[in-house]
């Protein structure tokens, strides 16, 4: 066994344990935004709770900062906020909520050790929770599940727990039960010490909402039948062994379960005492090869995400970048993998969702901002001394395109900068074609809500006001020059080379990509995404 004494900085293995990196999975509207907020206010981050609802005198979210957002109480962004709880460092990325930011969400994924999934109450999993959780699954992720909105009408627990466990293959494992039907919440049984934590209201929710503890007996004279029917319910639970095992929620084959009402920041402290005493701490990360980095090796980190538009004064860009191992020194001079290139670590800052502040040093499980780090792009991996390069992230599959051209072709240049910069972000692909020429782009999404935030950013960031054409296309296939030949003059086919070099050929409907296919056996048609972003995405 490695004892501190036998590394050359015994700091690094003492913060790493101390680090809890996770990300909030959700389908939209299920409140992970004011989760989010919830939690940050518990741990003392903030001192008042902002919400997305718009309601007059709350403050603006910390991780929902776009003006896109702010306006449709949705997030499209990842953001990264860091604070501290009692004597761990908790590492929040928030995730978009939205399935058209797929591709976002699974490079968030790839960066964090644990995910929360927030289930509302009366909806159970819906369709974008799944497709999240089954990414977690495919990565190996340990989910800890919240299920929120416990003050309003919804399913019964037990109902709720079958669900899960049918739909996830997870067995649930309460730590709380709810005392009070939903909509209708007293408080929660915590399972574990048998004691009543009362619910409270704040007004608004928009600060801390304190918990009253009472014993069993307390709890039996004050809420009677409610009190009697959970004690009863857990019991069930305990009968089909529906109780927290550390080892079996680390390997993957329970979740752990809380009730809360985050607009109420009631049940939150739990969660957030959950995530200390059971979510990993940072560990080994799988480089390229397949062999485990160890946290106590010297420096290294990969890139999951590139954001420009943070700082609205400068208009800089950051590349986000998971610490995986060692100490990180600002200043330090790293090499970039993909080049072999030295690397200099000047502007490095500390992310509190938009809020950015200089950082000195981080430890694994840390996410750090690295500022105009223009030679860095999403999957880049850096490292000192010891070469490691970590697994590439994929692209997925785009299934929706526009044609793109400046409305004020005067204006050109902030119209190519701001194009090349949202490539360079992973915001969009884009492709170009010799027929309609380097000037005239086609972009690729997952979702058509990408181009709003494309026609957002152009106009606010580069100050570009662009025109968009639907094209007829709804599938990709990469392909070769040789096949780019005879596809080049097919009906319903157009080539295009993305901005990575890859050829690309977009088809009408996914029939006649079939009937193309079956007519000409022997072209190169590859889909896009490997197997784990087509499976589970």
């Known amino acids: 066994m490695t004892t501190l004494a036998d590394v050359p900085n015994p700091q690094v293995p003492r913060e790493a344990l101390r680090r809890r990196t996770f990300a909030v999975i959700s389908h939209p509207d299920a409140g992970k935004s004011t989760l989010t907020e919830a939690l940050l206010l518990h741990a003392r981050a903030i001192t008042s709770a902002g919400a997305t609802h718009g309601k007059a005198g709350r403050s603006g979210t910390v991780s929902d900062w776009m003006e896109m957002e702010k306006a449709r109480g949705i997030s499209v962004t990842s953001a990264a906020i860091q604070f501290e709880y009692h004597d761990a460092v908790i590492n929040l990325v928030d995730t978009p909520g939205h399935a058209d930011f ?29 497709k999240l959780f089954a990414v977690c699954k495919q990565r190996g992720l340990p989910v800890i599940t919240v299920i929120n909105k416990w003050d309003r009408p919804g399913d019964a627990p037990l109902a709720l727990m079958d669900e899960i466990q049918t739909r996830t293959g997870l067995l649930p494992t309460p730590l ?16 574990r010490s048998g004691d009543f934590l009362r619910y409270t209201r704040t007004a608004g929710g928009a600060t801390v909402a304190e918990s009253v503890r ?199 240049k902030q119209f190519r900068r701001g194009i090349d910069q949202l490539d360079h972000e992973g915001i969009i692909q884009v492709m170009r074609s010799e027929v309609r020429g380097e000037q005239a782009p086609v972009l690729g999404a997952v979702g058509p809500m990408q181009f709003e935030v494309v026609e957002d950013r152009m106009v606010h960031d580069f100050h570009a006001d662009i025109r968009m054409e639907a094209l007829p296309y709804q599938v990709a296939r990469k392909t070769d020059r040789e096949s ?51 499976d589970f995405m």
């Open 484 to 534: 780019a030949l005879v596809l080049a003059g097919t009906r319903q086919v157009e080539v295009f080379t993305r901005s990575d070099g890859t050829l690309l050929a977009l088809f009408s409907t996914p029939w006649r990509l079939q009937a193309i296919a079956k007519e000409n056996p022997k072209l190169v048609l590859i889909d896009i995404a490997n197997a784990t972003a087509d």
């Open 214 to 412: 009472l014993d069993a007996a307390d709890a039996a004279i004050e809420e009677g039948p409610a009190w009697t029917s959970a004690v009863e319910e857990s019991e069930l639970l305990d009968a089909e062994s529906q109780n927290h095992d550390s080892e079996l929620f680390l390997d993957g084959q329970t979740t752990p379960v809380l009730f809360c009402a985050a607009v109420a920041n009631f049940g939150v402290q739990q969660l957030l005492d959950t995530l200390v005493e059971f979510a990993p701490p940072a560990e080994a990360r799988i480089d390229i090869d397949g062999n485990p980095r160890k946290v106590t090796s010297p420096f290294s980190g990969f890139v999951f995400k590139v954001q420009s538009g943070m700082n609205s004064a400068h208009r800089d860009h950051v590349a986000f970048v998971r610490v995986c191992s060692g100490e990180f020194r600002r200043g330090m001079v790293v090499t970039h993998a993909a080049t072999g290139r030295p690397f200099a670590t000047k502007y490095a800052q500390q992310l509190f969702g938009k809020e950015r502040t200089v950082t000195d040093q981080a430890w694994p499980g840390d996410i750090v901002g690295l500022v105009n780090a223009s030679a860095l792009r999403v999957g880049d991996s850096i490292f000192e001394d010891e070469r490691v390069e970590f697994p590439p992230l994929p692209l997925f599959s785009p299934e929706h395109f526009r044609a793109i051209r400046p409305v004020d072709s005067s204006k050109h």
């Open 102 to 130: 797929s591709e976002d969400t699974f490079r968030v994924l790839s960066a964090v050790d644990a995910a929360v999934m927030l289930v509302d109450a009366a909806k159970g999993l819906e369709p974008q929770t799944m």
């Open 176 to 191: 709380n039960w709810p005392v009070g039907e939903a909509g209708d919440l007293r408080g929660v049984l915590d399972r």
